[in-house]
């Protein structure tokens, strides 16, 4: 039942892996967070391959978006070990994990509600056509230009780019924090929750976002409690519990109950027994 | 994806679907005032408040009554420059006043003369160590420096300790008035060089505010500078997220601040020709009263320099408009008081017309 992806035993007591280091896109090992005194994330060994669309699952405070903002280096982690595209990784904050191509849309969309598409797009790292420092001249035609193309490639309709982010409906937005993953020729994509403040019908159009993404062999981290969405869209499922993966599930050797059993401590896999 | 007339897809940029800009309700503001006063003038004074009655004098417009109305908004308005900065972060700066007047006090005392019609001006702060008649680079030296360390001091807090923006820049005001009293003891400092006079003569402080006007409206608009003061106050954690230095570009923007007001002392004591422990008292209400008229969202992220100079306008024409209608300064502080509270009443109802209409 298991997947065939090593994510737990590391170091010198790791078996041979069984993919080739170049086809893993990402990898974590024994990443670890604390709060002071509270254990958000433990020992996490996590992998996932290129073209790869990973589920996360887990309850409320499992420790899902912890994991997240330690890969994003929006937060410095305690512990543990990252690599990305096969190279050893620390990351000194967002910008150098977006730089590297880990590209987040986050559970509280990291948009600036007055400022437009392109701008939101380019947020951090504007396109500039003289470098004065801080006071560099922008360059928002080529900003402009690049975010048609973002949006077209996702296949994201927005009636005018230049719309200020404020008037626009909660589908628009997300559809707009996804572009920015398109824009840039992401390695990683990474969702929380994409679709958890969405209608019917704009999260059909976040889902088929997804699925442009998998057809242009993109990999994708997903975080979501929505079980129809993870089983239509992704081919595994790690699940947390307690700040400790319990689970890892392929998706056609498993099913929504058996899931829910993971995620809600009825049933933890062997190799993972020492964390329940 | 199929080509439209619109782009690709019905994504287009056509400019003609933005709708007025903000500062557009603010210039009607300005126009309607303007209008009141000289229907107000025509009724009440059987005189104009814009156009020129007189038959001694050339031209259409009253140009003395016009330059009047922008000159003496011209100083507070450049500290309103920094102030709209601050506030599009979504901070406040009520230190400005008390910079301008600790600020004065300290670079006009580098400014003075060394004798008055032939005797010593032994009075002069630095007499004994000698530094009178300093060329004119030193005091602007001093003054943009003590600005640019009061802002930096503000940013710093700001930043760093995470304590409200009102309540480090209200430390700010209150310890930098003590510094303009300390500097002389409470007393004014005066007698300062010609070239240090010639900064505030005539129509200088209008040209100097218009030119920083015109400067950080396109830093605003068209730097990563400006882009990041919008992000950061439209924001914060989005900016954060999005990996904008938000700590660094904070102090940058209360240093600007600081800056601005070190030339608003400049300006200020040089057209006074005399600095007081008192300059500028309250100029830190009027300046973010300006920027407040002019459409900047108290809340940040929104808002231009050029809103700022259309509200200062406004506060130079209302001033102008209660003395030609010879009505007492008590009636103008009324009317601007309830011209704050109207603007931004109005502004918030644009505001929820537009959202709807989105």
Same mark, same amino acid.
């Given at each position: 039942?298991?997947?065939?992806?090593?994510?737990?035993?590391?170091?010198?007591?790791?078996?041979?892996?069984? $993919?080739?280091?170049?086809?893993?896109?990402?990898?974590?090992?024994?990443?670890?967070?604390?709060?002071?005194?509270?254990?958000?994330?433990?020992?996490?060994?996590?992998? #996932?391959?290129?073209?790869?669309?990973?589920?996360?699952?887990?309850?409320?405070?499992?420790?899902?978006?912890?994991?997240?903002?330690?890969?994003?280096?929006?937060?410095?982690?305690?512990?543990?070990?990252?690599?990305?595209?096969?190279?050893?990784?620390?990351?000194?904050?967002?910008?150098?994990?977006?730089?590297?191509?880990?590209?987040?849309?986050?559970?509280?969309?990291?948009?600036?509600?007055?400022?437009?598409?392109?701008?939101?797009?380019?947020?951090?790292?504007?396109?500039?056509?003289?470098?004065?420092?801080?006071?560099?001249?922008?360059?928002?035609?080529?900003?402009?230009?690049?975010?048609?193309?973002?949006?077209?490639?996702?296949?994201?309709?927005?009636?005018?780019?230049?719309?200020?982010?404020?008037?626009?409906?909660?589908?628009?937005?997300?559809?707009?924090?996804?572009?920015?993953?398109?824009?840039?020729?992401?390695?990683?994509? #990474?969702?929380?929750?994409?679709?958890?403040?969405?209608?019917?019908?704009?999260?059909?159009?976040?889902?088929?976002?997804?699925?442009?993404?998998?057809?242009?062999?993109?990999?994708?981290?997903?975080?979501?409690?929505?079980?129809?969405?993870?089983?239509?869209?992704?081919?595994?499922?790690? $699940?947390?519990?307690?700040?400790?993966?319990?689970?890892?599930?392929?998706?056609?050797?498993?099913?929504?109950?058996? $899931? $829910?059993?993971?995620?809600?401590?009825?049933?933890?896999?062997?190799?993972?027994?020492?964390?329940? | 994806?199929?080509?439209?007339?619109?782009?690709?897809?019905?994504?287009?940029?056509? &400019?003609?679907?933005?709708?007025?800009?903000?500062? =557009?309700?603010?210039?009607?503001?300005? /126009?309607?005032?303007?209008?009141?006063?000289?229907?107000?003038?025509?009724?009440?004074? %059987?005189?104009?408040?814009?156009? %020129?009655?007189?038959? %001694?004098?050339?031209?259409?417009?009253?140009?003395?009554?016009?330059?009047?109305?922008?000159?003496?908004?011209?100083?507070?308005?450049?500290?309103?420059?920094?102030?709209?900065?601050?506030?599009?972060?979504?901070?406040?700066?009520?230190?400005? +006043?008390?910079?301008?007047?600790?600020?004065?006090? *300290? /670079?006009?005392?580098?400014?003075?003369?060394?004798?008055?019609?032939?005797?010593? %001006?032994?009075?002069?702060?630095?007499?004994?160590?000698?530094?009178?008649?300093?060329?004119?680079?030193?005091?602007?030296?001093?003054?943009?420096?003590?600005?640019?360390? =009061?802002?930096?001091?503000?940013?710093?807090?700001? /930043?760093?300790?995470?304590?409200?923006?009102?309540?480090?820049?209200? +430390?700010?005001?209150?310890?930098?008035?003590?510094?303009?009293?300390?500097?002389?003891?409470?007393?004014?400092?005066?007698?300062?060089?010609?070239? @240090?006079?010639?900064?505030?003569?005539?129509?200088?402080?209008?040209?100097?505010?218009?030119?920083? &006007?015109?400067?950080?409206?396109?830093?605003?608009?068209?730097?990563?500078?400006?882009?990041?003061?919008?992000?950061?106050?439209?924001?914060?954690?989005?900016?954060?997220?999005? +990996?904008?230095?938000?700590?660094?570009?904070?102090?940058?923007? @209360?240093?600007?601040?600081?800056?601005?007001?070190?030339?608003? &002392?400049?300006?200020?004591?040089?057209?006074?020709?005399?600095?007081?422990?008192?300059?500028?008292?309250?100029?830190?209400?009027?300046? *973010?009263?300006?920027?407040?008229?002019?459409?900047?969202?108290?809340?940040?992220?929104?808002?231009?320099?050029?809103?700022?100079?259309?509200?200062?306008?406004?506060?130079?024409?209302?001033?102008?408009?209660?003395?030609?209608?010879?009505?007492?300064?008590? @009636?103008?502080?009324?009317?601007? +008081?309830?011209? *704050?509270?109207?603007?931004?009443?109005?502004?918030?109802?644009?505001?929820?017309?537009? /959202? &709807?209409?989105?």
């Amino acid at each position: 039942m298991a997947s065939d992806i090593q994510t737990n035993i590391s170091g010198a007591e790791a078996p041979h892996p069984r $993919v080739e280091p170049a086809e893993v896109i990402l990898r974590t090992e024994g990443l670890t967070k604390h709060y002071g005194g509270v254990h958000a994330l433990v020992d996490c060994n996590f992998e #996932i391959r290129k073209g790869e669309h990973v589920a996360i699952m887990g309850d409320n405070g499992a420790g899902k978006s912890t994991f997240v903002r330690q890969i994003t280096a929006v937060e410095q982690k305690t512990a543990g070990r990252i690599w990305f595209n096969g190279d050893y990784v620390e990351f000194d904050g967002p910008l150098a994990a977006r730089e590297a191509g880990i590209e987040t849309v986050f559970q509280n969309l990291a948009l600036a509600d007055h400022l437009d598409v392109p701008d939101n797009l380019f947020l951090g790292r504007e396109l500039r056509k003289f470098n004065l420092g801080p006071f560099s001249i922008l360059d928002y035609k080529g900003m402009r230009k690049a975010t048609l193309a973002g949006l077209e490639k996702t296949g994201v309709k927005i009636p005018n780019i230049r719309n200020t982010i404020q008037h626009m409906s909660g589908g628009q937005r997300q559809c707009v924090a996804i572009a920015r993953t398109a824009t840039f020729h992401s390695k990683l994509t #990474i969702m929380d929750e994409p679709t958890a403040a969405l209608g019917v019908q704009e999260t059909v159009q976040v889902e088929n976002i997804i699925r442009t993404l998998k057809e242009q062999g993109e990999p994708l981290i997903l975080i979501s409690h929505n079980m129809r969405q993870v089983m239509d869209l992704c081919d595994r499922i790690v $699940v947390w519990r307690r700040g400790r993966i319990c689970a890892n599930l392929r998706k056609q050797d498993t099913s929504g109950e058996d $899931v $829910v059993a993971y995620i809600t401590g009825a049933k933890t896999q062997p190799e993972y027994a020492e964390t329940a | 994806m199929a080509e439209s007339p619109h782009g690709v897809g019905g994504l287009a940029f056509d &400019a003609s679907k933005r709708g007025l800009p903000p500062e =557009a309700g603010v210039a009607i503001g300005l /126009a309607l005032i303007v209008l009141a006063f000289e229907v107000l003038g025509r009724f009440l004074m %059987n005189d104009s408040f814009l156009f %020129n009655t007189r038959d %001694n004098i050339d031209g259409l417009f009253n140009t003395a009554r016009l330059q009047i109305i922008i000159l003496q908004v011209s100083i507070i308005g450049i500290i309103a420059l920094g102030v709209t900065q601050v506030i599009i972060t979504g901070g406040i700066d009520l230190s400005s +006043g008390s910079v301008v007047g600790a600020t004065a006090m *300290i /670079a006009m005392s580098f400014a003075q003369v060394g004798q008055i019609n032939g005797i010593e %001006n032994s009075r002069a702060v630095f007499f004994e160590q000698g530094w009178v008649d300093l060329p004119l680079i030193v005091p602007m030296i001093v003054a943009l420096a003590c600005g640019l360390v =009061a802002g930096l001091i503000n940013g710093l807090l700001v /930043a760093y300790t995470g304590i409200p923006p009102f309540i480090a820049t209200l +430390g700010m005001m209150v310890s930098a008035r003590g510094v303009a009293k300390w500097w002389t003891a409470g007393q004014p400092v005066s007698f300062p060089t010609e070239s @240090y006079t010639a900064i505030g003569s005539g129509m200088m402080p209008v040209f100097i505010f218009m030119f920083l &006007a015109i400067l950080f409206h396109l830093i605003l608009k068209y730097t990563v500078y400006g882009k990041h003061t919008y992000a950061i106050g439209s924001n914060e954690a989005a900016a954060r997220m999005s +990996g904008i230095k938000v700590a660094r570009h904070k102090v940058l923007v @209360y240093s600007i601040a600081g800056l601005l007001a070190g030339i608003a &002392a400049l300006v200020l004591s040089s057209k006074n020709l005399t600095a007081q422990a008192g300059m500028g008292l309250m100029y830190e209400l009027d300046a *973010i009263a300006m920027a407040v008229i002019g459409g900047i969202s108290l809340q940040g992220g929104r808002g231009t320099i050029l809103g700022t100079v259309l509200g200062a306008l406004i506060f130079g024409v209302i001033i102008s408009g209660f003395t030609f209608l010879r009505l007492d300064a008590y @009636y103008q502080e009324m009317v601007k +008081g309830a011209i *704050i509270v109207g603007a931004v009443v109005l502004d918030q109802w644009r505001q929820k017309r537009a /959202a &709807a209409k989105a």
